[in-house]
């Protein structure tokens, strides 16, 4: 079955120290892995999407890697405004999307 | 110039009710969704329709049921509404299946 896990639940950061997020994923046949943030109140927003093993995209602060197994999102020098959930999401075959529950990122000034 | 909209934002009902949800995106997208996202976190996706055919359908209850009038519209109705159905709702489009989503900003929806 097609599983999406992503740790850790919730990650606690000062300002300026930077870290990972991890989605690991059992997919037989993937066809993409996103990267979704998503504020309170709010749906979620598009980041990034990987399609092969050794890609890498970035955009300010953030990096998503993509290996056969799993995806790092890389924060660097985060700042209090990038505290959100980020999703991780992964296209089966069927085009179907399905997402893990989510990294709670809160990063204090 | 809200590209996915839905309404409305809060929903508070009792059980046994019938409801309905609405959804509009102004982006020339092909393909719209309904997802689920429960007390824990998951999305979970419901249904999605391009061209007006419907073309994923989860498990879902009989009780919900989408109605799209044109491409840029997908509706959600909820018939005897259960209190296992309180959940937040998002609509969402994609310009063809499978490429990014772009999500509503989602409908809390209570069952008393």
């Known amino acids: 079955e097609d599983q999406v896990t992503q740790s850790p639940e919730a990650l606690r950061l000062q300002e300026g120290e930077s870290s990972s997020l991890n989605c690991s994923y059992t997919?037989?046949?993937?066809?993409?892995l996103f990267w979704y943030r998503q504020d309170p109140g709010k749906g979620p927003e598009f980041l990034f999407t990987?399609?092969?093993a050794g890609e890498e995209k970035e955009k300010e602060r953030l990096k998503a890697t993509l290996t056969k197994k799993e995806s790092f999102l890389h924060i660097t020098a985060p700042k209090p405004e990038d505290s959100a959930t980020y999703l991780c999401?992964?296209?089966?075959?069927?085009?179907?999307?399905?997402f893990g529950a989510g990294t709670r990122l809160t990063v204090k000034p | 110039d809200t590209a996915v909209s839905q309404t409305p934002k809060y929903l508070v009902t009792q059980m046994g009710n019938d409801k309905s949800i609405k959804c509009e995106q102004n982006l020339g997208h092909d393909t719209m969704y309904w997802y689920k996202q429960d007390s824990k976190k998951f999305l979970k996706i419901m249904f999605s329709?391009?061209?007006?055919?419907?073309?994923i359908n989860e498990t879902v209850p009989n009780r919900f049921s989408p109605k799209s009038p044109d491409k840029a519209h997908l509706n959600l109705h909820i018939n005897s509404l259960e209190l296992g159905d309180s959940a937040v709702y998002f609509c969402?489009?994609?310009?063809?299946?499978?490429?990014?989503?772009?999500f509503g900003n989602g409908t809390r929806l209570t069952v008393t």
């Open positions: 997919v037989s046949g993937l066809r993409g």
């Open positions: 329709y391009n061209n007006k055919e419907l073309i």
């Open positions: 969402a489009s994609s310009q063809v299946q499978g490429s990014p989503l772009h």
């Open positions: 999401a992964v296209q089966v075959p069927t085009n179907d999307m399905r």
């Open positions: 990987l399609y092969s």
